[in-house]
């Protein structure tokens, strides 16, 4: 196949000897690379030309670059794909060195960062951060704090989804194009700062853009602007570890540097799962909201792979931790999570209506099926009812319900009813459904 591919890039028919080399640029092969540098050199169609400069950039090496880098095409769109496929080459010529994100490093003085969370989560982020962090609530399902340590201690929150160094913004001047916008943002003096600081090793982004779409056009015009102002900064979107994600307001242009080479140790513990799965940020929200209690018998109900009991064993010590479930899986998930956390839980199949734990709980702690998936939708109401009676009779007195309420217009007058205290409520978003978040006493 690639001899006659080869044999093709000499084809009399524009046509045929453009879609090989092509098909060439997906082979990085020093023959090819020979092969598709003969044909550039030996003066071709502009038609041709593009589609060579585009394989070069794809399939050569250094050849190619010092090749490319001499090539003054008229052709407007030649010189286009040359400059572009001079980057790409630049950028695998310098794959040998890897960048990684220095995650024990801490600023010189005090780094704006902002936390990421689902909506109707900002407080509970907030708290767990402590005032040491100066947390600030600035929108929905985002935090803006000061980090003091070194940047992994950001991890310090569990219930955050991510988070990312705060750029100040930059005026957006009339006029300007967007990529020139963006990379005032990148070269900003707060943004080398931090990306010097921070990364051992080449400097390497890639840019995404908070209203999604890749604009791959404006992109290009990014790392082509960038590399003739800051050659230091390569734009490389496989190989690189921070993310500058732009915002685009009328009259700025805001960023933030997300450390997406950063490993996230957090969930460790999280070797195995089932499809219902808790996202392990919402398991470390309910243990939170749950607080903790050397005196605990916990339970969970609805275990699954067993996030809320791990989350909470991560607060503090307890009497016991109890996790039963109808499915089989999850039990078997939830050990090998236990195992791996290196926490002992009480585990045992059962339905969460008919089992009696060996003691009362001090705290149910239970993030339940929220009759999502098909077939269930219809039965987890009355589910949830008989389930919220049973927990107010099983409870011990004191004791707490923290869990999420898909369906609190069903099961807030039940809990009522059986004698609970609602203490604390909050809407959440679970990802394209409401919900709300409830911690009830049963005084
Ligand atoms: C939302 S998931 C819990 C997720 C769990 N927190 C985790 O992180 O894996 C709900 C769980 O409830 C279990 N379940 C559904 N109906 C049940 C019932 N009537 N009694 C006990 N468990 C049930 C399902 O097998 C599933 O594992």
Known sequence: MRALLLAALEDPDDATRRAAAGALGRLREPEVEAALLRAWNSAGSDAFRRALAEALGKAGDA???????????????????VARAVLMLERTAARGETSTIRAEVAPERPQPVRFT????????????????????????????????????????????????????????????????????????????????????GPIRYRISFAGGGHRRAVVW??????AAERPELRNDPTAAPWELRVAERTDRLCGALHPRGLADPRFAWRVADVPASSHPTIAAALARVGGARDDDVVWDPFAGAGAELLERARLGPSRRLIGTDTDERALAA?????????????????????????????LVLTNPPMGRRTGSHRTVGALLERF????????????????????????????????????????????????????????
Do not use: Y
């Open 63 to 81: 050849a190619a670059l010092a090749a490319l880098r001499e090539a003054h095409p008229e052709d407007p769109e030649v010189a286009r794909r």
């Open 117 to 200: 969370c689902r909506a109707g989560l900002e407080p509970l982020v907030v708290e767990e951060l402590g005032p040491g962090w100066r947390p600030r609530v600035v929108g929905p399902g985002q935090i803006e704090a000061e980090l003091h340590g070194p940047l992994a201690s950001a991890w310090t929150s569990r219930i955050a989804t991510e988070f990312a160094l705060a750029l100040p913004p930059v005026p957006r001047r009339r006029d300007e194009p967007l990529a020139a916008a963006i990379v005032r943002l990148l070269a900003s003096p707060p943004a080398l700062e931090a990306l010097r600081r921070w990364t051992a």
């Open 221 to 226: 015009e990014v790392a082509r602007r960038a």
């Open 334 to 362: 939830a050990r090998r999570n236990a195992a791996a956390a290196g926490v002992r839980l009480e585990l045992a199949r059962a339905e969460a209506t008919a089992f009696a734990p060996p003691e009362p709980p001090t």
């Open 388 to 443: 919220v009676q049973r927990v107010a009779e099983r409870l011990a007195p004191g004791g707490r319900l923290v869990w999420i309420a898909p369906r609190p217009e069903r099961t807030d007058g039940c809990a009522r009813a059986a004698g609970l205290r609602l203490e604390t409520s909050r809407a959440l978003d679970m990802g394209g459904f409401r919900a709300v978040l409830q911690r009830w006493l049963k005084p």
